[in-house]
């Protein structure tokens, strides 16, 4: 399947350079990426009142229960109506919070109409006790449109915590099983085939099932929908990390292409401030897919109660918990001497005759290419570091 990136050819970037329009390029080039990080990704989150739903969407936005813009978890409020709750940093992420099915305003057979099923790529049903009938109607009615549903049973944790002070043996792993395969037990006998049961507790996703949902998901939704759950999922294992890493990864010789484009145009001076512009861009992602933003690493620490300046402290990278300028991009640039030689070198080579311009154009290629390997894993590594440090892992 073609590229984001394909969709917006790199000559248009060409045109508006020898039209001696570099804002124009650069804006061009804004284009790819917010085109690349905008496709739309809607959650429906369902379950009965008191289920676990709000805590649920706001664990996987990586918000406390506190935080400003929180799905309310007051016991005593019900959802009564369709709300969006968009992800901090990828408003194009949405987290569905539905109303329970089966109340007089939302009746088992006319749900789905009611809350406008076809916007949604997946469900999520959530139970914190067992799935009860009105779950199985919801299940039916959603395999009947062709969508995709997920069975999440929450608040593992307190399940654990009683079954430990009530059990003389207790064995984690064993009660975990038998917890799934009651939920699996009692689902296939009311008609669900093969149902899919993701055991969760919201204040640690990164124990228990969680992770594996995550997975599912990835896998089972379409290719171009992919990168928008993974860059949106919390950064709860190293895996995941490295997931956004390769992710991450596999976009560099696409922005590479774009820079070599620029190159090609022989205005002197002008690859390396378009270059910088499409560099504060992309790296800004890599902070906000990590998770390496001051307002993500805020609430971060909210939510693990590990103080802010700790989480700073492991921190080495100049260009994590700050704002990605083009004058700190290209300080940063400077601190590698390797790709600020191809920088310089790609400027001369501009203006030697006949061969200059494919020669810039590969040194471009080369320059973007190495400047965002070295960025990219300073960050991931950032991120890992940030990660066992909330954790309190050596």
């Given at each position: 399947m073609a590229h984001p990136l394909h969709f917006v050819s790199t000559e248009a970037i060409k045109e508006a350079l020898q039209n001696n329009d570099p804002s124009l390029a650069v804006a061009k080039i804004q284009e790819l990426l917010e085109r690349e990080n905008n496709i739309p990704l809607n959650i429906g989150i369902t379950g009965e009142s008191g289920s676990g739903k709000s805590t649920f969407v706001n664990a996987f936005r990586g918000i406390d229960n506190m935080d400003e813009g929180a799905a309310p978890t007051d016991c005593?409020?019900?959802?009564?109506?369709?709300?969006?709750?968009?992800?901090?940093?990828?408003p194009n992420v949405l987290l569905w919070d539905l109303p329970g099915?089966?109340?007089?305003?939302?009746?088992?057979?006319?749900?789905?109409?009611?809350?406008?099923?076809?916007?949604?790529?997946?469900?999520?049903?959530?139970?914190?006790?067992?799935f009860r009938e009105n779950d199985v109607k919801l299940a039916h009615?959603?395999?009947?449109?062709?969508?995709?549903?997920?069975?999440?049973?929450?608040?593992?944790?307190?399940?654990?915590?009683?079954?430990?002070?009530?059990?003389?043996?207790?064995?984690?792993?064993?009660?975990?099983?038998?917890?799934?395969?009651?939920?699996?037990?009692?689902?296939?006998?009311?008609?669900?085939?093969?149902?899919?049961?993701?055991?969760?507790?919201?204040?640690?996703?990164?124990?228990y099932d969680f992770a594996l949902l995550g997975e599912t998901l990835?896998?089972?939704?379409?290719?171009?929908?992919?990168?928008?759950?993974?860059?949106?999922?919390?950064?709860?294992?190293?895996?995941?990390?490295?997931?956004?890493k390769k992710a991450f990864y596999d976009q560099i010789q696409y922005w590479a292409t774009a820079s070599g484009a620029v190159a090609a145009v022989p205005v002197p001076g002008l690859?390396?401030?378009?270059?910088?512009?499409?560099?504060?861009?992309?790296?800004?992602?890599?902070?906000l897919g990590f998770g390496l933003d001051i307002p993500s690493l805020k609430r971060l620490s909210d939510?693990?109660?590990?103080?802010?300046?700790?989480?700073?402290?492991?921190?080495?990278?100049?260009?994590?918990?700050?704002e990605i300028t083009s004058d700190l991009l290209l300080k940063v640039i400077g601190q590698q001497s390797g790709s600020a030689l191809l920088m310089a070198a790609e400027e001369v080579s501009r203006f030697i005759p006949i061969l200059g311009i494919p020669v810039a154009m590969t040194l471009s290629f080369k320059s973007t290419y190495n400047i965002l390997k070295i960025i990219l894993n300073m960050l991931a590594e950032d991120a890992q570091s940030v990660f066992k440090r909330a954790l309190g892992l050596n």
């Amino acid at each position: 399947m073609a590229h984001p990136l394909h969709f917006v050819s790199t000559e248009a970037i060409k045109e508006a350079l020898q039209n001696n329009d570099p804002s124009l390029a650069v804006a061009k080039i804004q284009e790819l990426l917010e085109r690349e990080n905008n496709i739309p990704l809607n959650i429906g989150i369902t379950g009965e009142s008191g289920s676990g739903k709000s805590t649920f969407v706001n664990a996987f936005r990586g918000i406390d229960n506190m935080d400003e813009g929180a799905a309310p978890t007051d016991c005593d409020e019900t959802t009564m109506e369709v709300t969006p709750y968009p992800h901090p940093n990828y408003p194009n992420v949405l987290l569905w919070d539905l109303p329970g099915i089966g109340t007089p305003d939302f009746p088992a057979d006319k749900y789905l109409e009611r809350v406008e099923f076809k916007r949604f790529d997946f469900f999520i049903i959530i139970s914190d006790t067992r799935f009860r009938e009105n779950d199985v109607k919801l299940a039916h009615e959603i395999k009947k449109m062709e969508k995709k549903f997920y069975f999440v049973r929450s608040k593992i944790d307190i399940d654990l915590q009683n079954q430990e002070r009530s059990q003389r043996e207790f064995n984690k792993e064993r009660t975990l099983s038998k917890l799934r395969g009651n939920c699996i037990q009692g689902l296939q006998k009311a008609g669900v085939v093969s149902p899919q049961v993701f055991l969760v507790s919201s204040f640690d996703l990164q124990l228990y099932d969680f992770a594996l949902l995550g997975e599912t998901l990835e896998r089972e939704l379409p290719e171009h929908k992919k990168n928008a759950l993974l860059l949106a999922m919390p950064n709860i294992s190293p895996e995941v990390i490295n997931k956004k890493k390769k992710a991450f990864y596999d976009q560099i010789q696409y922005w590479a292409t774009a820079s070599g484009a620029v190159a090609a145009v022989p205005v002197p001076g002008l690859s390396i401030t378009v270059d910088v512009g499409l560099l504060v861009g992309v790296v800004t992602q890599y902070v906000l897919g990590f998770g390496l933003d001051i307002p993500s690493l805020k609430r971060l620490s909210d939510r693990t109660n590990v103080p802010f300046d700790d989480l700073i402290a492991v921190i080495i990278s100049q260009l994590a918990a700050t704002e990605i300028t083009s004058d700190l991009l290209l300080k940063v640039i400077g601190q590698q001497s390797g790709s600020a030689l191809l920088m310089a070198a790609e400027e001369v080579s501009r203006f030697i005759p006949i061969l200059g311009i494919p020669v810039a154009m590969t040194l471009s290629f080369k320059s973007t290419y190495n400047i965002l390997k070295i960025i990219l894993n300073m960050l991931a590594e950032d991120a890992q570091s940030v990660f066992k440090r909330a954790l309190g892992l050596n």
